[in-house]
């Protein structure tokens, strides 16, 4: 079962609330915190469908440009052994680690597309 949903490129997390019965969503991967809410799947896909609408006419009114571009460029610490693994990997593969990494997190990232 997933737990997210995509609409015009942009995806949200959606999580139960049992309390109040509802289901509850917030879009990712941008700074703005945009939620929504609904009591049932489809009524949920309706109201993300309406966030991520409401979003992009409020940046178009107030001239804000809609959630910014990623560069591109990611910088992560890992465990000295897992480094050497991952460059193990990627010289096994004949490929440079970046090159080896961005496969590896295309896969791993392939539903959020």
């Known amino acids: 079962m997933t737990n997210t949903m995509s609409y015009k490129g942009y995806s949200a997390r959606v999580e139960y609330d049992d309390e109040d019965g509802i289901f509850v969503g917030r879009i990712a991967?941008?700074?703005?915190?945009?939620?929504f809410h609904a009591d049932s799947?489809?009524?949920l896909k309706e109201a993300f469908h309406e966030a991520v609408e409401d979003y992009l006419e409020t940046c178009a009114s107030i001239g804000k440009e809609p959630q910014k571009a990623f560069s591109?460029?990611?910088?992560?610490r890992v465990s000295p052994d897992l480094h050497r693994k991952a460059?193990?990997?990627?010289?096994?593969?004949?490929?440079?680690?970046?090159?080896?990494?961005?496969?590896?997190?295309?896969?791993?990232?392939?539903?959020?597309?």
């Not at 991967?29 to 939620?35: A, E, F, L, S």
């Not at 591109?72 to 992560?76: E, H, L, R, S």
């Open 29 to 35: 991967g941008i700074r703005d915190v945009v939620g």
């Open 87 to 113: 460059a193990v990997a990627a010289e096994l593969a004949g490929k440079s680690l970046n090159q080896w990494a961005e496969d590896v997190l295309s896969r791993a990232t392939v539903d959020f597309r």
């Open 41 to 43: 799947v489809s009524e």
């Open 72 to 76: 591109g460029q990611m910088m992560f």
